[in-house]
């Protein structure tokens, strides 16, 4: 009786600490474009393929990149160096990243493969509502300046809300 009422309190922290870290922030992917971070929401994010699969169309409209297939589906791949208003990347992109929208998916190509990270919630709710792009101030560690991130709303940015 006496481990049991052990082992029950034990799961009761295990619970608390697992809601907890669930609650601490937001899931996102976060990579460089020109030497600047942005981030999109994670669950957005379906794949991350190599960029040699796309196949250019002739005469399409400026900042698209291409087409591939994806579950049977045609996805326009998009510049996003040129969504985001860049002049051009650090190095050439070579990472498609697919990724989920209203009507189905789309892609844009990218310089690397995304790392998953996780904001503060507080953070998230001091950004301001800038557009396609909200500028975040991150924490830096002891002796760190805050890191700068560009959070990306993804739904603003195609429809030219930059």
């Not at 697919?98 to 503060?120: A, N, T, Y």
């Not at 300046?145 to 030219?160: E, R, V, W």
Request: hydrophobic share 50%.
């Amino acid at each position: 009786e006496k481990s049991l009422r052990l082992l029950e309190a034990r799961a009761a922290r295990l619970r608390l600490r697992k809601e907890a870290a669930e609650e601490d922030g937001a899931w996102v992917a976060e990579f460089n474009v020109g030497g600047d971070a942005y981030a999109l929401p994670l669950d957005r994010l379906v794949a991350c393929l190599p960029l040699k699969g796309v196949t250019p169309v002739p005469l399409s409209k400026r900042g698209v990149v291409g087409i591939t297939r994806w579950e049977g589906k045609v996805v326009t791949i998009f510049s996003l160096a040129l969504h985001l208003g860049l002049r051009g990347w650090r190095r050439d992109p070579n990472v498609l990243l697919l990724l989920s929208v209203k009507d189905g998916f789309v892609g844009l190509d990218c310089e690397e493969i995304p790392r998953s990270s996780q904001l503060p919630f507080a953070v998230l709710a001091q950004a301001p509502a800038a557009g396609a792009l909200q500028p975040l101030a991150l924490p830096g560690g002891p002796g760190q300046a805050p890191k700068l991130l560009q959070m990306i709303i993804l739904d603003m940015l195609l429809s030219g809300e930059a």
